[in-house]
């Protein structure tokens, strides 16, 4: 199961993923228009999905992807990335094994770059797995 949620500034978008993507089972957090709302509120749903494996992966957007990858990386055990392109989306999974994308509405081939993300797995090499420790060590302890 995937997450997915934006705001209202992504909600297009969102639909449009679902639609595309019929060979993923996704799970819905909202928003349900594109009547204003605040981003943190569906980041963080997706995010907690993520975070207690709920969900396998998650993708969020917003108008920008920024303020909605932001909040979404304050929730434990989150690693969103912000991407912007295919090799982007790749990169994050193979070497800091993302488990949240999130995206701009305007995105160029937003398709491709979802289904890149939810199909690349993480190398699994030891120097990517030392550097995601480090950033667990972090969250856990604020001690580097």
Do not use: W
């Amino acid at each position: 199961m995937i997450g997915i949620a934006s705001d209202h500034g992504g909600y297009e978008l969102k639909e449009k993923i679902k639609a595309e993507l019929k060979e993923f089972n996704f799970k819905d957090f909202g928003t349900t228009s594109t009547e204003s709302v605040d981003y943190p509120l569906y980041a963080f749903k997706v995010g907690e999905a993520v975070s207690k494996g709920e969900v396998k992966l998650g993708i969020v957007i917003c108008t920008t992807g920024i303020g909605i990858s932001i909040a979404c990386n304050k929730v434990k055990g989150v690693r969103c990335a912000k991407v912007a392109d295919i090799k982007e989306a790749e990169m994050s999974r193979l070497h800091n094994n993302a488990n949240v994308v999130a995206l701009n509405s305007k995105v160029a081939n937003p398709i491709e770059i979802v289904r890149t993300f939810l199909t690349t797995d993480f190398l699994n090499e030891e120097r990517h797995i030392r550097r995601i420790n480090q950033i667990k060590h972090y969250e856990e302890t604020n001690e580097y």
